[in-house]
């Protein structure tokens, strides 16, 4: 029996695929894995040398995988081994800018799985029915995953995603990896349920597609202009396989085919079609070889590709360019980019972006045309890390007085990246306004990268809210308040300080906070004056907080002397959280009256507490504020003075809430994978009021988030 990555014998040419044009020995391998034929592998492993085409061809696997796609496709004239059957089409995760956990939760609402952990994902995966048939998904470009790219994101994905769904029987997956991960994702499958399809070895070799992939793109019918080798045939094909030739048919071949001919096309005066040895064989060459063309010293050219081929996320924003560039090159590159767009043209890309909240200069980015070209100009940098130390320095200048709100998105939510790549972020890592302006799942990511014990006290905090922020998608006010408290909690009160002076518009500010295990029960009262003041004025009484928690907690009075098992009366000043030695007898907790008609009420959920106003009427209370925990709470109450006390696992604190009305704001967690460019919270809902000052618990929420 035939090989299924062997096509049988041809009675007729077929035509070539029309998006892809070749690649027919792949084709059948993967058109083999999909009709599930005897002897095909369950587990293929698409790899390649960046340029080679392992994202078209997957693309163009795709569409043949497309119910809807296959109609307008002559499928007929088609070699049929190439075909897939035709099923629904498979789960296509789309893995670029996200993590491991993302992934995987993406899976989970692609398929409505009920997982509330990340850790069950996979097993839910094995266990659906889908028909009786497998559940069949496909992975492409893991090496763009990651919201940072210094972070090794494509590698968490191999080990946490794709290596845990290829272990399961009932899964079929095929997924375009990094080379070097390859070999590792197929170690532990047993024999023959792995395939590795690496389009740089020979045996995938397409040159007959390398050539119509050159002749396509000189084509006039397809954009090209009108040169005396592009519109005669034969000249055409001549130029075509001489492209094709000297590109060759392994790493990096269809990009350097394709920039090469769109280096010709750019600048076409000069250029010598019987001149083999001025065609390139690299995509480093056709850089070089553009730059000479055009009288320019390669450098140059690389010097100004540098900032796009170390940049972060989709692209730069135009203004940056020019400065990261001569920062880059430690020289004055003005005049070059000032002549220089013809000269990257064929190299670069332009991305419009429209919206409201977008500044006028933030609105156009550029990036590379494709991450091949950022691999060979990154060769070409003798120091990264200096040169990112120096985009680095150049981005914290752009920060106007150093006030973060102010900042540019891309310096806001990217210099974390560039500062991890130049070993300098534990250095940044002491701003908190850096902590609640920036983007929380990049900086996350980026504080994640760095070795734990290079990180000091402030970064720690920020690392252990992180998952709060990434789960909530909490906006920048929400993300301020949250940082602000956690700063208190740590004994960090000069950096919740920070935060209040540049955040004014807190919805609260966190009195204090002590860590007291087993806290049962909390509530607040008024301490009476002792009959022992002085009556020369009217003492007022003191607001106090009123903590249930074990026997032996330091400061506390047990509720029954000579019972060690009952609990003990933790008495703390509300304002302060100063321990008071005091008779718990003689404070006063408020009446059902005063809690019903004062100005604000609360509602707890089981890691939330909504805080609203009361109006004149029932249904017109007003959302203040939401508080949210990364722990469930245990006990809540709230002061007629909107002094809020909460108690988890990990102690008592205390918010004075502040005056003006918030807006609403997220208060629980998304099982959805956030976008990192554009996550917005979900609205708060207005509580119902009740006549109790709070409502039961409900029960836990999800122990695992989509970014967690």
């Not at 191999?158 to 029987?169: Q, S």
Request: with cysteine.
């Amino acid at each position: 029996m035939a090989s299924p990555t062997q096509a049988p014998e041809q009675t007729k040419a077929h035509e070539p695929h029309p998006y892809i044009g070749g690649r027919n020995a792949a084709l059948r391998a993967l058109a083999a894995w999909r009709m599930e034929r005897p002897g095909a592998p369950r587990v293929v492993i698409l790899t390649g040398s960046p340029g080679t085409g392992c994202s078209r061809l997957l693309t163009g696997f795709l569409m043949l995988c497309d119910p809807e796609y296959r109609k307008g496709v002559e499928l007929d004239a088609l070699d049929p081994a190439t075909v897939p059957p035709d099923l629904p089409a498979p789960a296509v995760p789309s893995v670029a800018g996200l993590t491991a956990a993302q992934t995987l939760w993406l899976l989970a609402d692609h398929f409505e799985l009920s997982a509330t952990r990340t850790a069950d994902i996979v097993p839910e995966l094995g266990q659906l029915p889908l028909s009786g048939r497998p559940v069949t998904i496909v992975v492409p470009d893991v090496d763009r995953a990651g919201p940072v790219r210094g972070t090794g994101e494509p590698a968490h994905v191999v080990r946490d995603v794709l290596k845990p769904l290829a272990a399961v029987e009932s899964i079929r997956l095929l997924a375009d990896v990094p080379r070097e991960s390859a070999v590792e994702f197929a170690e532990g499958l047993p024999p023959g349920v792995a395939q590795i399809i690496d389009l740089d070895a020979p045996e995938w070799a397409d040159p007959e597609g390398l050539v119509l992939q050159a002749e396509a793109l000189l084509n006039p019918q397809f954009g090209a202009p009108e040169l005396p080798f592009t519109t005669e045939p034969d000249a055409r094909r001549a130029l075509a396989e001489a492209i094709a030739r000297q590109a060759g048919d392994g790493a990096g071949s269809r990009l350097t085919v394709h920039l090469a001919v769109q280096s010709i096309l750019t600048h076409p005066e000069g250029f010598d079609p019987a001149a083999a040895s001025r065609l390139p064989g690299s995509v480093g060459e056709v850089l070089d070889l553009h730059a000479e063309r055009l009288d320019t010293h390669p450098r140059t050219l690389r010097q100004i590709l540098a900032p796009l081929a170390l940049a972060e996320g989709d692209g730069l924003p135009v203004h940056l360019l020019t400065p990261l560039a001569s920062a880059v090159a430690e020289r004055n590159m003005s005049e070059d980019m000032a002549r220089g767009m013809r000269l990257v043209a064929p190299f670069i890309r332009q991305i419009e972006r429209a919206g409201e909240g977008i500044p006028e200069d933030e609105r156009t980015l550029l990036g590379l045309q494709h991450p091949g070209i950022g691999e060979a100009v990154r060769a070409g940098i003798p120091n990264i890390p200096g040169a990112q130390a120096r985009i680095a320095m150049e981005l914290l200048k752009a920060v106007p007085h150093q006030d973060w709100a102010k900042a540019g998105a891309y310096v806001r939510d990217h210099i974390a990246g560039h500062t991890l790549e130049a070993g300098l972020l534990p250095r940044l890592l002491t701003d908190p306004g850096l902590f609640a302006h920036a983007e929380p799942v990049r900086l996350r990511a980026a504080v994640e990268a760095v070795p734990p014990e290079q990180l000091d006290a402030p970064a720690r905090t920020y690392l252990r809210t992180a998952p709060l922020l990434t789960r909530t998608q909490a906006p920048v006010v929400l993300r301020a308040a949250l940082l602000e408290t956690a700063f208190v909690e740590d004994g960090l009160p000069e950096y919740a300080a920070v935060l209040r002076r540049m955040v004014p518009e807190l919805p609260w500010h966190t009195l204090w906070s002590v860590r007291v295990a087993g806290v049962g029960a909390v509530t607040v009262g008024k301490l009476p004056p002792s009959a022992a003041a002085s009556d020369s004025a009217e003492e007022a009484p003191l607001a106090v907080a009123l903590s249930v928690v074990p026997q032996g907690t330091p400061g506390s009075s047990p509720l029954k002397t000579g019972d060690p098992q009952a609990p003990a009366v933790l008495v703390q000043d509300l304002a302060t959280g100063s321990v008071i030695d005091a008779d718990p007898t003689r404070i006063q907790r408020p009446s059902d009256d005063e809690r019903v008609t004062g100005p604000l009420g609360f509602s707890r959920g089981a890691d939330s507490v909504r805080v609203w106003r009361r109006g004149e009427q029932k249904g017109d209370e007003k959302s203040v504020t939401a508080l949210i925990s990364a722990t469930p709470f245990t006990a809540t109450d709230l002061s007629p003075e909107g002094i809020l006390l909460v108690a988890s696992e990990s102690g008592v604190k205390a918010l004075q809430i502040r005056p003006a009305p918030a807006q609403p704001c997220a208060t629980t967690a998304r099982r959805s994978v956030p976008d990192p460019q554009a996550a917005e919270p979900e609205p708060a809902q207005t509580p119902e009021p009740e006549p109790e000052a709070a409502q039961a618990p409900q029960a836990p929420g999800p122990d695992a988030h989509p970014i967690d």
